[in-house]
DNA sequence: GGAATAGTGTCTGTGAGACAGTATCAA
DNA sequence: TTGATACTGTCTCACAGACACTATTCC
């Protein structure tokens, strides 16, 4: 710990050696964020006794320029000079969104050297869960053409392969995206290799129609990550108005999951995470349920 | 899906678009990459009968040049053009490490705009765990010195504050870092806000001394993320030798979770992921204990 | 009354916490 | 024999899965 400023080998102090800083001209990376914004929607119903279906929705944008002109892309943008990378994830959540306090999560940062056909681009990637009620603006107010897309995950085939030292497993999941007017599909090959103690994943496109750079994997990985946290955190509450019934939130949790519950312990297990409160659906053709809240209060880790 | 090449505003193809694509020159970040190895090491007992005490170590390297001349940081460095950011990644571990075949994750990007001094860098942190034996060469054969430091990590104090629309919890965390030579400490501060249904996190600094840049929240995050992922994952394995017995093992997740562990409940848990072995310890002043290994077939996800 | 959802009661199996008790080695 | 660790047996409690059952609304 010197208090004396310590000077380096060529006598300067920090204070000098910052002055004289020369950052060098070796060529840089561009730095990007990319969004996933996710929320869920429920689907008009013909019977008016029936609960309107829900389903995951995520936002993508129609690209205006080349490359991948035409096709769908998450939203995204360049890090600014003089912002944080957490500053422009917010900047272009806001210009999607028009709200502000989204929850939002920083997911993984994408790498490869090919990744953009450009240039070198390095993105981060950020996922966000939006309450749809909350959405006052329907995507779409940007000049470019945006959309929400119904998502839908499936696990092909799981495969096994006994290596010398270890074993590799490798996983194929179809990744589909639906909206009104189009329907984006991809395969991705999650590589899982043990060698000795060592554990290594590896994610792949295998096959990949309408999805821009490696925007599929980006999908892919923030579905895993969005199921994983589902099961032991609170994060689903994000994408939940103020007040709810059980049954919806159940069927939230159904839908990340990807399998049904049964409601009599999906109840006990959430009954501390809510609060119930007075209110009451009404004209639905059945039973009308309370009303909850989330318990802030819970668990604060 | 367009079969025919689209053209962009200017009449242009894909192709066109690329070869003639300027990347502008506005000016970019440098994007770098910061390794957290960990690893668990034993010290020397004098009592022959007791078992040796471990304690989960960090590496860290004492820089030689400004700035923060001759403090500790973690290992690291820029990412090339050229190579994507796992490599980087991958070459610094080794350059470390001087072995291959290493656990490693990616933990969190970190884009302050003033996290560094001398210019604007956006630094990729990673986890490493390596088995302590497995390194061969001391950390130190750098030009650069390194050395591992002892990891203590210290709930000082939570409180929390009731908000208009929610809740603000605080945790301060103390960390210490313990070389042979040189201690080094610091405090984080967790803020973790929840107002309506969105929760936000924030680490912050609160004091440090011989820590570099925001290294000490780097520590803190990867200690988080190791604890977390202990719990509901196989990382631990990685840590360790091929053969150990059940009360090593115990022992190490002891020392990351902090915690003591009863030994039926545990050996109970981890029956599964580990495989007995015919051979056994010797010479230890007191009963032996079988060998085990690593089931690699566990819950391959 | 019927169709639908809302919500409860209870049996059962699993698994973790607790802790006492037994086993086995080397000096 | 003693001091240390290695390992097992078993009681209890909490909790999730399963499923049958009751409750309540609107047409």
Redesign the interface.
């Known amino acids: 710990?010197?208090n004396q400023p310590?000077?380096?080998?060529n006598g300067?102090?920090?204070e000098e050696?910052?002055a004289n800083?020369n950052?060098g001209s070796?060529?840089?990376?561009?730095?990007a964020v990319d969004m996933l914004i996710f929320t869920v929607m429920e689907q008009e119903q013909n019977n008016y006794r029936k609960l309107a279906e829900k389903s995951l929705q995520l936002l993508l944008i129609q690209r205006?320029?080349?490359?991948?002109?035409?096709e769908w892309a998450l939203p995204g943008g360049f890090?600014g000079?003089?912002?944080?990378?957490?500053e422009?994830a917010r900047r272009e959540l806001y210009s999607e969104t028009n709200i502000d306090?989204?929850?939002m999560e920083?997911l993984?940062?994408?790498?490869?050297?090919h990744r953009d056909?450009?240039?070198?681009v390095?993105s981060?990637s950020y996922m966000a869960l939006v309450?749809r009620k909350a959405l006052s603006v329907q995507a779409g107010d940007d000049a470019a053409a945006a959309a929400w897309f119904e998502v839908s995950y499936l696990i092909l085939d799981t495969s096994?392969e006994v290596l010398e030292q270890?074993?590799r497993?490798e996983t194929l999941v179809e990744i589909t995206l639906q909206s009104d007017e189009e329907k984006l599909s991809g395969v991705v090959k999650l590589t899982?290799t043990?060698?000795?103690?060592?554990?290594?994943m590896n994610r792949e496109i295998v096959r990949s129609?309408?999805f821009s750079f490696d925007h599929l994997l980006m999908v892919q990985y923030a579905i895993e990550r969005l199921r994983g946290k589902v099961e032991?955190t609170?994060i689903v509450?994000?994408l939940?108005p103020?007040l709810f019934t059980l049954s919806e939130l159940q069927r939230v949790y159904e839908i990340i999951l990807g399998k049904d519950l049964l409601a009599a312990a999906f109840r006990r297990k959430i009954a501390e995470r809510v609060i119930e409160t007075e209110e009451s659906t009404r004209d639905a053709g059945h039973r009308p349920s309370k009303l909850y809240r989330?318990n802030?209060?819970w668990n604060?880790?």
Request: aromatic share 14%; net charge negative.
């Open positions: 710990m010197p310590a000077t380096d080998h300067l102090n920090e050696f910052l800083y950052a070796y060529e840089r990376p561009s730095v205006g320029e080349h490359p991948f002109l035409g890090v000079i003089g912002e944080s990378v957490e422009a306090n989204i929850y920083q993984y940062t994408w790498g490869d050297v056909p450009r240039m070198r390095i981060c309450d096994r270890g074993i497993q899982e043990i060698q000795g103690h060592v554990r290594q129609s309408g032991y609170d509450f994000n939940m103020p989330y802030v209060e604060l880790s």
